[in-house]
C-alpha cells in the first residue's frame, strides 16, 4: 500500500506518480489522506489501480477515469467521475453537480446523494445513485444507465437522446422529450445486476423507467434508410 | 469566477477568533479571486444612538483624525476614529443618514464602505492574504463574517467595484456570478429612489434587496423576490445584523457548499475554504439546492 499524504506533497505529484507507473506495476494499491477538498485528485488513471481517498474532495475527481477503482470516503465537488471511460468510482458520501458528466463507461456508485446535472450529456457509463438526485439530470443524455434509488429534481432526462433512467421514488418532473416507459422482465434484471456491481442493495422491482420519446432527434431513426 | 465565503459562530466560545478563522477561509479561495478581497465583519457594537461608519480614502496617509475632528464639529458629538491601512472605523453619536449627508457633501473624496451598529466593511485591491493582513482581520473577534475573492468579469477591478456592496445599515451583499438584466433594474431602482456608487451588477442585486426591504420585505420575502426579478447566474451570500443569508439561482451554476455544527455554520464557494475549521470532520456538509433561501439568525 502507498500512501500519499496531500498536506505534504500536491495534486500534481500524486497525479503524476499514479502516471507513471509501468504497466508491470505491482503498485497496485494506493491510499490518499488529507485531500482536504482539493480538485483534480486521482484524474486520467489508466491503469488498474485501487485508489482510496481518505476525506472530502473538490472538483473533477476520478476525472477521465480508465480501468483504476477510486474510492472516496468523504464527499465530492463537482465532476466527480466526468468523462469516465471505464473501471470503477465510488463516493461514500454525497456528490455534486455534474457527477458522471459525458462519462463513456465504467460505473459511477455514489452512496448518498448527488447534486443537480448528475449524468448530463452521459455517453454509455452506469451510475448508480443510492439517494435522489437534482434537478436536470441525464440532460441530453446518450447511452448507459442512471439508476437512482431515491428522488429525482427538476426536469429529469430533458431533451435525452437514449440512456435508460431507473427512479425508486418520486420525480419532480421529467424534461423536454422524456417520458416514462415500461419497466420490463429485462429491465428489472438489468437493475438487478447494477445495483448487485454498486453493491446498493434495493429491489428492482420498485423502479420506474424513464426514457426518450425520440421526438426531438432531427433524423427520425424510421427513415434511416432514406437519408 | 469568484470566492464567497461566510462564517456565522453559533458558540460564543468561538468568537474571539472569528477573523482568524474567516481569514484562513478568504485566503484559501484565492484561486477563484485573486483580483480584490473585501470582507464584512460583525462585531464591536457602536452604542445606543451612535453610528458606525467604515471609511476609504485612496490616500494611505489620509488625516482621519482631521476628520474626525471636523465630524465632531459639525454634530457636536463625540467621534472616535481607528485606522486600518486605507481604512478607518468613525463611531459617532450621530444619525447614520446625516452622517452620510454631510461626508458626501464635504468630503466626496472618503469613500463609505459600511454603516452601522455592528457592520464593519474592509476592501481593496490585491491578494486576499495581503488584504486581510493590512486591516488587521485575523485579530477580530465576533459573531459573524462574510467575505469574497474577485475575479472581475462585468466591470473594472477597483476597490470601489470590490465585494461586499452595502446598501443598507448592517447589511451587505457578495456576489458569485453575473447578471444580465442590471442595467434594467439599476434603472428600476433609481427611478424610485436608490443611489448607485459603481457600474457593477452585485451593487445592484445589494441595493434590490435593501430596497425590497425598506419596502417592508422580510429577509426571506425579499430574496424569494430576488429569484423572480434577477436575472442571471449567481450565488449571494447576504451579511444582516442577525446573521446571514444564502442563496443561489435557479440554475445554480455557480458554486456553493454548507457546513454546519453545534459550533458554527459555514458557506464557501469551495469546500477547500471550510477544511480548516474547527470539528470541520463531524460537521453536515451539504450543497444548497438552486432556488432555496437559507438563513442563519442568532438566537
Redesign the interface.
Known sequence: MQTVDLAAEDVRALNGRLHALPADTNQRAWRVINP???HAVAVGLTQELEVVVDG?V??YCAGMNEAAHVEIRG?C??GVGENMMSGMVRVA??A??SAGASGHGGMLVIEGDA??RCGISMKGIDIVVGGSI???SAFMAQAGNLVVCGDAGENLGDSLYEADIYVRGAVASLGADCVEKEMTAADREKVAALLARAGIAADAAAFRRYGSARTLYNFHVDHADSY | MCGIVGLFLKNPVLRPDLGRHVSAMLAGMTDRGPDSAGIAVYHRPAGEGACKLTLHHADPAHDWNALAGAIAQAFGCEVDAEVRANHAVLVADAGEAALRDWLAAEAPDVRVMGYGQLMEVYKEMGLPADVLRRHGIPAMAGTHAIGHTRMATESIVTTEHSHPFTAAADMCLVHNGSLSNHNRLRAFLRRRGERFETDNDSEVAARYFAWRMREGASLEEAMEAGLRDLDGFYTFAMGTREGFAVLRDGIACKPAVLAETDDWVAMASEYRAIADLPGVEDATIWEPRPAVVYTWKLD
Open positions: 482536504r477538498g482539493a472530502h473538490g472538483y464527499h465537488g463537482w458520501g454525497n455534486s453537480q447534486g443537480h437534482g434537478a436536470f
